[in-house]
C-alpha cells in the first residue's frame, strides 16, 4: 500500500493538460501517478517512534494547558481582592504541570539515546542553530521517519523523501522526460527531485 502525500499528487496532476474533474478522471490520475512516479511502500513506524510521538504530542499539551494557567494567574493577581487560595492553587497546579513535563523530557532522552543511529542524527541534526533535540524529534515523529532496514536509520528521511541522491527510476514508456530523468517545462524542478530515489 502506498500513501503519497496529496500536495504533491494534486500539483503534479495540475501539470497536465487535464482540467476536468470527476472521479472517474481522478482514480485515472491517480492510477497513472502510481505507475510514472513509483512512490514507496508505505510502512508503519516502529514501537520507539510512536512512543515518541505520543509524548511528543503529551508534552505539547501539557505546554498548552500551562500557558492557560499563567495567563489565568496574571489575570488573577491584577484583580481586585483576588482569593489568596486561588493563587495558590494555580501556582501548585503549574508546578505540577512542570513535574510532568520535566519527566516526559527524562523519558524521551532515554528513548532515543537508547538507539544509537537515532541519537547520532539527532545530535548532528541538533548541531543547527536554533533547532533542540525537541524540535528534531517532533520532526521525526510527525513524519514517521522509517526505513525498511532500519527503524530510525539516518539515511531514512532523506529515503522517504525520495530526496536522496542515487539513479532515477524511469517507468517503462514514461515519455521523453522521464526517460532522460529531465524536467518538463510545466512541472519544474521538484519533478526531477522527487524522481530520485534509492538505488
Known sequence: MCVPVASRAYHWAQSLPVKSKTDQID?????????????????????????IKLLLRERQQLKNQRTQLKNR????????????????RLAEHIEQINAY???IDRQLEDLWESD?????????????????PQSVLKVVAETEWVCPDSESQPTG??????????????????????????????????????LRQPA
Open 157 to 194: 528521511l532523506l529515503r522517504r523523501t525520495g530526496c536522496s541522491s542515487g539513479p532515477v527510476r524511469h517507468p517503462p514508456g514514461g515519455g521523453p522526460y522521464l526517460q532522460t530523468g529531465q524536467c518538463p517545462p510545466s512541472a519544474g524542478p521538484v519533478y526531477a527531485g522527487c
Open 101 to 103: 513535563i520535566t519527566q
Open 116 to 132: 544509537q543511529a537515532l541519537s547520532e542524527a539527532i545530535r548532528r541534526i541538533g548541531q543547527i542553530t536554533g533547532l533542540g
Open 27 to 51: 482514480a485515472r490520475l491517480l492510477a497513472r501517478y502510481g505507475l510514472e512516479r513509483r512512490p514507496r511502500r508505505w510502512q508503519p513506524s516502529g514501537q520507539r517512534l510512536r512512543d
Open 73 to 88: 494567574r496574571h489575570a488573577a493577581r491584577q484583580s481586585w481582592d483576588h482569593p489568596a487560595s486561588s493563587l495558590r
